[in-house]
Nanobody, 124 residues
Framework: QLQLVESGGGLVQPGGSLRLSCAASGFTLANYVIGWFRQAPGKEREGVSCIKSSGGKTAYADSVKGRFTISRDNAKNTVYLQMNSLKPEDTAVYYC?????????????????WGQGTQVTVSS
């Protein structure tokens, strides 16, 4: 059974940092593009970042460029999202998603597999 599990969310003050993890089971993550998405209450799900299967290409939403870094450890079957200089507007449920060997899309449509999400709250 293919499964993605996110972890690492929580409550953090503005300016703080969190590292989200996306662990895969039931399949080899190395063959898949992984995207991170987020959804705030009342808003549509938006792309945050993605990384190709080789790790050679990454993409970021303009709102997180310079603050967030995506990386992958294929040996651990895990992808990470390091989030620094967090802002209240980063508050959302964060999801990771997987698609087999594609071009690193930043929209949710092409992704086949999704995790259950992890809550990130940035507040003082």
């Amino acid at each position: 059974q293919l499964q993605l599990v996110e972890s690492g969310g929580g409550l953090v003050q503005p300016g703080g940092s969190l590292r989200l993890s996306c662990a895969a089971s039931g399949f080899t993550l190395a063959n898949y593009v992984i995207g991170w998405f987020r959804q705030a209450p009342g808003k549509e799900r938006e792309g945050v970042s993605c990384i190709k299967s080789s790790g050679g290409k990454t993409a970021y939403a303009d709102s997180v460029k310079g603050r967030f870094t995506i990386s992958r450890d294929n040996a651990k079957n895990t992808v990470y999202l390091q989030m620094n200089s967090l802002k209240p507007e980063d508050t959302a449920v964060y999801y990771c998603a997987a698609e087999y060997d594609s071009s690193c899309p930043m929209n949710p449509g092409p992704y086949d597999y999704w995790g259950q999400g992890t809550q990130v709250t940035v507040s003082s």
